[in-house]
């Protein structure tokens, strides 16, 4: 069964940046998606960005942070997401999720990925 760790979490001023990674073990598969999700507390998850390997190389993001955040898969295993220019709406607690074909949910359907991480959180302060 695959397990995942976050780090890179922390706190910031708004307009800085932090690196996410994520680290999978116990599961290694060519063909994959994985990403991040995020959540405030009374809210649900929110999809962030996701990368799709093996396939068709696919990359997502939502639509508050195209153009301030990157997502890229290092290696088969690993996964990251820079995220700059940091605003205060983008405090939270960010989740690494992975999954595996045959995907059974478009990329921002939370319910789609059966692996996820504990979260790790990021503040950002105006």
């Known amino acids: 069964m695959a397990q995942l760790a976050e780090s890179g979490g922390g706190s910031v001023q708004a307009g800085g940046s932090l690196r996410l990674s994520c680290v999978a073990s116990g599961w290694s598969y060519s063909r994959k998606r994985m990403g991040w999700f995020r959540q405030v507390p009374g809210n649900g998850r929110e999809a962030v960005a996701v990368?799709?390997?093996?396939?068709?190389?696919?990359v997502y993001y939502a639509d508050s942070v195209k153009g301030r955040f990157t997502i890229s898969q290092d290696t088969k295993t690993t996964m990251s997401m820079q995220m700059n220019s940091l605003k205060p709406e983008d405090t939270a607690t960010y989740y690494c999720?992975?999954?595996?074909?045959?995907?059974?949910?478009?990329?921002?359907?939370?319910?789609?990925?059966?692996?996820w991480g504990q979260g790790t959180q990021v503040t950002v302060s105006s």
């Open positions: 999720v992975a999954d595996d074909p045959p995907y059974t949910s478009a990329w921002y359907s939370s319910t789609g990925y059966p692996y």
């Open positions: 990368i799709y390997s093996g396939s068709s190389d696919a």
